[in-house]
């Protein structure tokens, strides 16, 4: 990974962080989020996956996953240098063993 890789991959880290931190609080069954990137291929390779509680309905995670994306959006724009396309933002449910 080149320097400028290493430092991008910080930015992106810490905006997402900051999305993930207050959307904790601010949308129901939302618990984290996580990304990965291929920098050879930078940004089209950008996945940004946002993971949801399994008992949360899915008519509710669909909403707030809709409300998220903008967000997650405007958090990288600055980073990326263009509007990361929705496509490019996933939701999932986390499965935990009970």
């Given at each position: 990974?080149r ?34 990137v ?18 949360v309905?899915?008519t509710?995670?669909l ?5 998220l ?7 990288l ?5 263009v ?5 490019q933002?996933?939701?999932c449910?986390e499965?935990?063993?009970?």
């Open positions: 990974m320097k400028t890789d290493k430092k991008r991959e910080r930015e992106i880290i810490r905006e997402l962080t900051q999305v993930c931190e207050a959307a904790k609080f601010e949308h129901e069954g939302f618990i984290w989020l996580t990304h990965e291929d920098y050879q291929r930078f940004p089209q390779s950008l996945k940004v996956t946002l993971v949801f509680n399994e008992q309905d899915e509710v995670m909403s707030e996953f809709s409300l994306i903008p967000k997650v959006q405007e958090a724009e600055p980073v990326i240098g509007m990361l396309p929705a496509q933002i996933e939701a449910r499965h935990t063993m009970h």
